[in-house]
């Protein structure tokens, strides 16, 4: 059963092993989590876990979604989260996950809404190429040719073209992390390397799935 856990980021530091070796860690205040919901193949065509965390005040909770939780016995929560796994009746509806899931040296993959960087051009966000610098070029920083499809009658730029436009502000998952340390009684996750997000973002770690040979 693949397992996670929904937290915060909270930002970057550094940590020290006994060799004296520097790592730099992302602390995630992981959980803990209320499990909201379980979702069958049965009843909803599929196998999940729903999970909740951030305190939410009630003014600020629709409808709707305090019927949802009351049904499910928990307080409102800011975000929430689906898992897919291949059994989720080994949740319990109501049940509280802590960052204790995970133990150091486990590998597992983050995920985040990455940092909106604005309208970019083709070279900072596609990794283009620039063009000549010399004096008399035109093309310094520019996309280059279209190709055959953009020019003539009925001309059209294909789908799926690298073109400027807005970057970032994305999902993005970075997998086959490792785990640093556990801080149990803080419920903070230190993951080796960076993580998507901004500073105080939601993320979700998983437990990396191992590749069927």
């Known amino acids: 059963m693949a397992k996670g856990i929904l937290g915060k980021?909270?930002?970057?530091?550094?940590?020290?092993e006994a060799d004296g070796r520097m790592i730099p860690v992302t602390v995630v205040?992981?959980?803990?989590c209320l499990v909201i919901q379980n979702k069958t193949e049965e009843t909803d065509g599929y196998n999940a876990v729903q999970l909740g965390f951030g305190e939410l005040k009630?003014?600020?909770t629709s409808n709707p979604m305090k019927g949802h939780f009351a049904k499910a016995g928990v307080t409102p929560v800011k975000f929430i989260k689906e898992?897919?796994?291949s059994d989720p009746s080994e949740?319990?509806?109501?049940?509280k996950i802590c960052a204790d899931v995970f133990t150091a040296g486990e590998l597992i993959d983050a995920t985040g809404i990455s940092r909106g960087k604005g309208f970019a051009g083709t070279i900072k966000r596609h990794n283009f190429a620039r063009g000549p610098m010399k004096h008399g070029s035109k093309s310094h920083r520019e996309p280059g040719s279209m190709g055959p499809m953009h020019s003539g009658?009925?001309?059209?730029?294909?789908?799926?073209?690298?073109?400027p436009g807005r970057m970032g502000n994305e999902q993005v998952t970075?997998?086959?992390?490792?785990?640093?340390?556990?801080?149990t009684?803080?419920?903070l996750i230190l993951v080796k390397g960076s993580i998507p997000g901004a500073a105080g973002s939601f993320v979700v770690l998983k437990e990396t799935v191992k590749p069927v040979k």
């Open 29 to 32: 205040e992981a959980g803990p």
């Open 83 to 85: 898992l897919r796994l």
């Open 174 to 183: 970075v997998q086959r992390l490792t785990v640093a340390r556990v801080d």
């Open 153 to 163: 009658p009925g001309g059209r730029v294909i789908k799926g073209k690298k073109l």
């Open 185 to 187: 009684d803080r419920n």
């Open 58 to 60: 009630d003014k600020h």
């Open 9 to 16: 980021k909270i930002g970057m530091t550094q940590i020290f």
């Open 91 to 95: 949740y319990t509806v109501g049940q």
